[in-house]
């Protein structure tokens, strides 16, 4: 016998392999249902426990005509005897187009009349037509000249299982798109395994019954076995049927046996009352349990087996507003992630870019229809590899960025241990800062060693509070996606934890290790500084233009030290970069100075700090110079010797001296020598640098008293990353 099953768009390859289950034979794919062939038990299979198909057609004629009256005879030709009595009721439907037959009611006719006039070459009687409710359904579909005349053998669409009968949904997900998703999903095999089902937007439960159904093995046309056609047909097999029917009932009661947890919730209460009586018509009342609960307010059930989460949610059309239902789907995909960790996952929707907000990458998607409307359904592995944050530009402004694109990170775990670690910090350094008039200091310096960000802090005369916070760039065995991650979450912290800060004044940065003339590179051209107060000093900072800016806040108690030594005596200040250290020792009422250094721009920059303080740039000046260079030259035959020199050099420097690089560790002894000569007997010079790994080779220097000023200079904001400098005190003999 040969058969058509006909079934939603996208379910075709699924029914087709579930046929072959039922034993049929000669399977074809077609893009609106299946053609197969088989015995009649395979007919009946189909219809039973088929849960894709809309209908099941058997075949009575296939013919080719040559003209529209063809179609009228070739029907005529079938001995409907066969299938129907005289005295029976009939309907027929039509579908198709072909030889001047462009209307499915015309076509129909043609069928009827066909039928008709065979009754009426055997007996004076005729079958009755009956569109409502009929002994006999009849199909004719017209290709072109191809004519497929069929009997229908259930009558109803098999997508109505019978738990809806009477309800009133508005749009529901079909019964049979439904359960091709939960298969597509891989429903049936973590069933088998005993994992769990959810849908956290249930609506009015078909997921949820459908899940049951399968998981229970009953077959979804039993409920409404009587009402099929089939019965009424005159070549029914009662005893074939009646066999089947008895073999379902028992493959039920042995699947309910094995019932995994379903469960379901949902923010409409008048949705859930709905799930709840179609739950109860299809009788697993007790086995599926459903809440009212929105996704926002997280899991509130006990610990399940992890499973399958499946779920259609609104995609606009039901609710309106589109920025809405993007905010539904973020906090969907920050519910899958924060909640179901190593589950499956499966999301709907007709609204394919709105997949994007669910923060998932999928790993397959499959087309469906569920009526007129054209779906996807994404599949997702919810684990941490897998999660994918919504765009973001990045760039200065990322704090900001973050909190407006991802909101829902300021409540995660790991922002709340950065902010409650930064919160600490705080409570101990505002005090320490307030009484020292400190107006910029450090509060977090990758504490956390995975939250590996600095945040520094900002208080300007007249442009309020600022946070400037360096990212540290990862190690390459460090997931970029995981380390992404939580980079976004210390900064979805800072807004929580410096609530007086306004996110337009947190700026951030990218802090790798720098060589040459990368310490002079541009970050943007702003030109915005501002000024903050260290040490009775005005200090001009740029939060945006460089990497650094213009004030090294680890060096504040070097520059404090310079300073006191400078009062009254002359200061040389090498590598320069900003000249804090001399425009604080020219306040403290150093005699004169000479500050160094090779860029253009920072010297400019010093100049202007110098002239906020109302400085005598007679007597303290600036020369722009390769310093390695100049203190060579000057070092062999001094023109200016110093009381005090500041010597605070890169740990890396590319120039034409010293085999093109300056190498502190290798460098450093030349160095100090050099600036010693310098030096004024009885002088002082401070050494520094910020090499984490420096080693001072104090053998290789006479006629100096050494001292580690190492602890002594570590301000209390740092002493949390003690070795981001060290420092050294060379007091030159008399």
């Known amino acids: 016998m040969k058969f058509f099953a006909t079934a939603p768009g996208g379910l075709s390859e699924l029914l087709r392999e579930e046929l072959m289950s039922f034993g049929a034979t000669e399977v074809k794919a077609q893009p609106r249902g299946v053609t197969f062939e088989g015995s009649l038990e395979v007919g009946y299979r189909s219809c039973l426990w088929s849960r894709l198909a809309n209908r099941i057609f058997i075949t009575v004629l296939e013919a080719e005509l040559e003209t529209q009256e063809d179609l009228t005879e070739e029907v005529a030709s079938v001995n409907w005897h066969k299938h129907m009595d005289e005295f029976g009721t009939f309907a027929v439907s039509f579908s198709g187009k072909g030889m001047g037959i462009d209307h499915s009611h015309y076509g129909a006719l043609k069928i009827k009349d066909g039928i008709v006039d065979y009754f009426r070459g055997i007996s004076n009687n005729r079958p009755k037509v009956d569109t409502v409710d009929p002994e006999l359904r009849v199909h004719g579909h017209l290709n072109r000249n191809q004519l497929t005349l069929s009997i229908d053998l259930v009558g109803y669409s098999l997508h109505k299982r019978g738990y809806r009968d009477g309800q009133q949904v508005t749009a529901p997900l079909k019964e049979n798109v439904a359960a091709a998703l939960l298969m597509r999903a891989g429903w049936p095999e973590i069933a088998k395994s005993g994992g769990c089902l959810y849908d956290p937007m249930c609506g009015s439960g078909t997921f949820l019954v459908e899940a049951a159904m399968m998981a229970s093995d009953l077959a979804p046309g039993l409920d409404k076995a009587s009402y099929m056609l089939l019965t009424t047909w005159k070549q029914h097999d009662s005893l074939l049927w009646n066999r089947l029917i008895e073999e379902a009932k028992l493959r039920e009661a042995k699947g309910l046996r094995h019932l995994p947890d379903i469960y379901g919730s949902d923010a409409s209460h008048k949705s859930l009352d709905i799930a709840e009586e179609a739950i109860h018509n299809a009788g697993y009342l007790d086995s599926i349990e459903i809440k009212q609960m929105t996704v926002e307010q997280g899991r509130r059930w006990g610990d399940w087996q992890p499973g399958l989460v499946i779920t259609n949610p609104p995609y606009g059309e039901r609710l309106g507003d589109k920025e809405e239902v993007k905010g539904l789907y973020k906090a969907l995909g920050t519910y899958l992630k924060n909640e179901f960790d190593g589950w499956q996952g499966a999301v709907l929707t007709c609204n394919p870019e709105l997949g994007m907000y669910l923060g998932l990458k999928a790993k397959r998607s499959h087309n469906f229809s569920n009526g007129p409307m054209e779906c996807k359904l994404f599949r997702f592995d919810i684990r941490p590899e897998f999660h994918r944050e919504p765009s973001i530009k990045g760039g200065a ?338």
Request: with cysteine.
């Open 397 to 734: 402004n990322l704090v900001e960025e973050v909190s407006n694109v991802l909101p829902e990170l300021s409540n995660s775990a790991g922002a709340e241990m950065v902010g409650n670690r930064i919160k600490k910090n705080l409570k101990q350094l505002r005090k320490w800062a307030k009484n020292n008039e400190i107006s910029a200091y450090r509060v977090y310096d990758a504490d956390l060693p995975e939250y590996a960000i600095s945040v520094d802090y900002y208080q300007t005369e007249g442009a309020g509070e600022w946070l400037i916070v360096n990212e540290y760039a990862a190690p390459k065995t460090v997931d970029k996606a995981k380390a992404k991650r939580r980079l976004h979450e210390a900064l979805a912290a800072l807004p929580n934890a410096f609530p007086s800060v306004a996110k337009e004044q947190i700026v951030f940065k990218v802090r790798s290790r720098q060589s040459g003339s990368s310490q002079y590179e541009k970050l943007d051209e702003n030109k915005t500084y501002h000024t903050v107060i260290e040490h009775g000093s005005k200090i001009r900072v740029n939060f945006t233009d460089y990497l650094d800016t213009g004030l090294f806040l680890d060096h504040r108690d070097v520059r404090a030290l310079v300073a006191q030594k400078s009062v009254g005596k002359s200061l040389l200040n090498l590598f320069c970069y900003t000249a804090t250290a001399t425009v604080e020792a020219a306040v403290m009422g150093a005699k004169s100075s000479l500050s160094v250094d090779m860029s253009k721009t920072y010297l400019y920059w010093a100049e202007h700090n110098l002239m906020q303080n109302n400085g005598d740039q007679t007597r303290h000046k600036f020369k722009q110079a390769d310093v390695l260079e100049w203190l060579k030259n000057e070092s062999e035959n001094p023109t200016e010797t110093f009381d005090v020199i500041f010597l605070d050099p890169p740990s890396f420097s590319t120039s034409k001296r010293m085999e093109g690089t300056l190498d502190i560790q290798r460098d450093h002894v030349t160095l100090v020598n050099q600036a010693l000569a310098l030096l004024n007997p009885g002088g002082t010079l401070v050494f520094s640098n910020n090499l984490r790994k420096f080693k001072l080779n104090s053998e290789a220097f006479e006629n100096v008293n050494i001292e580690n000023i190492t602890h002594k200079t570590m301000p209390k904001d740092f002493q949390r990353n003690s070795k981001i400098h060290q420092a050294w005190l060379f007091t030159k003999s008399m």
